[in-house]
């Protein structure tokens, strides 16, 4: 079984520009979460879908960050326009749907650098 | 709100030696508590969950940890540490009901040979 794909793997792009980060969740999990990681910081929760719908996007930041999940397969996060601060790793997680699955499987992330 | 302390950046140990990674955790109501490891250049890797039941729960690698209700405790164990289990830990936490995962600071686990 494959596991949850992130794409890219790095991206370096100057302050202003637009960025798209993808997120392959694990086949047939319905709920797929972003987080985020500034280097030496926590990891924080950003949001969580349930198939196409957001449960909670508590964690967004600010409107510059927009999230989708079109026919609740992948899902893509955009920074626009990005900001120096919006440096990290980004990790989307994918569960199932069920109430039984309790652990949420990580991507290895995308580190975005905003120059 | 939940929260998570991991109130040590690194810990050294001798290969062979038992390990012990700490962490805290505040939540309102029962939690749900998470291990995760992250080895150099790859993504988060799920180690071992307490649900309910039995305090020592046992993972991946031959890791385990112990719940401690009145200390708000979840600390990752290990009896024999190995030169590859050198990587990055973090410890989780989700209240039950919620999807969302609080996640610690991350403890620095060097194991040396």
């Known amino acids: 079984e494959a596991g949850v794909t992130q794409f890219p793997s790095h991206s370096v792009i100057e302050k202003g520009q637009t960025v798209t980060l993808r997120c392959d969740p694990i086949?047939?999990?319905?709920?797929l979460y972003w987080y985020r990681r500034v280097m030496g910081k926590e990891i924080k929760f950003l949001l969580h879908?349930?198939?196409?719908?957001?449960?909670?996007e508590s964690g967004m930041p600010n409107n510059r960050f927009l999230a989708e999940r079109t026919g609740g397969t992948y899902s893509t996060l955009k920074v626009q326009p990005a900001e120096l601060e919006d440096s990290g790793v980004y990790f989307c997680?994918?569960?199932?749907?069920?109430?039984?699955?309790?652990?949420?499987?990580f991507g290895p992330g995308t580190r975005l650098t905003v120059t | 709100a939940q929260s998570v302390a991991q109130p040590e950046d690194q810990v050294n140990v001798a290969e062979g030696n038992p390990l012990t990674v700490k962490c805290t955790y505040s939540v309102s109501g029962n939690p749900y508590l998470f291990w995760y490891v992250q080895y150099p250049n790859r993504g988060l890797q799920f180690l071992l969950k307490y649900i309910t039941g039995d305090n020592l729960v046992k993972g991946s690698y031959g890791f385990e940890a112990e719940f401690n209700k009145s200390q708000t405790s979840f600390h990752l164990k290990k009896p024999s540490a190995l030169v590859s289990d050198s990587a990055l830990y973090f410890c989780a936490v989700r209240d039950r009901g919620y999807q969302k995962v609080t996640f610690g600071i991350g403890t620095k686990l060097q194991v040396i040979p």
């Open positions: 997680a994918s569960s199932q749907g069920n109430r039984y699955s309790y652990e949420q499987y």
């Open positions: 879908f349930v198939k196409e719908s957001k449960q909670d």
């Open positions: 086949s047939g999990h319905d709920n």
